[in-house]
């Protein structure tokens, strides 16, 4: 799909994201297995995007069509640490756009905490504003829920 900086983004499959985000330490909390990939992307438009850099997996991006009203929900993702400051996941974030756009979405909707801050930020850097905020008992658990509107081509 799109090669930079000798990173490959291309379509990837449920173990490869299960494989890539047991090495995620934002996922050391108890990752999904493919059940719970297979139960959300069932019946449903979905799109699985991988990165790969040197022959390894070192990133992936998840989203579905969850609310089925014209948004995309960008449900899971990541990068391997010691690979995030190469932009991968702005290439996969674009990548993941692009396929978005062309499928008639009109927006894509992500939901992070507030303790995940790199990723709160890197979704206001790339146009995604804050929609609405799930409180819980701890702030730094509180989800956040974000949209970017996409540009529709007439």
């Given at each position: ?6 990173v ?10 299960i ?22 992307l ?21 989203g ?17 640490p ?23 979405f ?23 504003l ?25």
């Amino acid at each position: 799909m799109n090669a930079n900086a000798n990173v490959i983004i291309r379509e990837g499959t449920i173990a490869e994201c299960i494989e890539i985000s047991e090495k995620i330490p934002e996922f050391s909390s108890g990752n999904y297995d493919e059940a719970a990939y297979l139960q959300r992307l069932s019946n449903t438009q979905y799109l699985i995007l991988v990165a790969e850099k040197d022959h390894q997996v070192v990133g992936f991006k998840v989203g579905y069509d969850r609310y089925r009203d014209g948004s995309f929900y960008s449900w899971l993702g990541g990068v391997l640490p010691e690979n995030r400051k190469d932009g991968i996941a702005a290439q996969l974030a674009n990548e993941q756009g692009k396929w978005v756009s062309e499928q008639g979405f009109r927006s894509i909707i992500l939901k992070t905490r507030n303790r995940f801050r790199a990723m709160l930020i890197f979704a206001l850097k790339n146009g995604f504003l804050i929609e609405n905020i799930e409180i819980k008992e701890n702030s730094e658990d509180n989800r956040l829920i974000l949209r970017k509107m996409l540009k529709i081509d007439k």
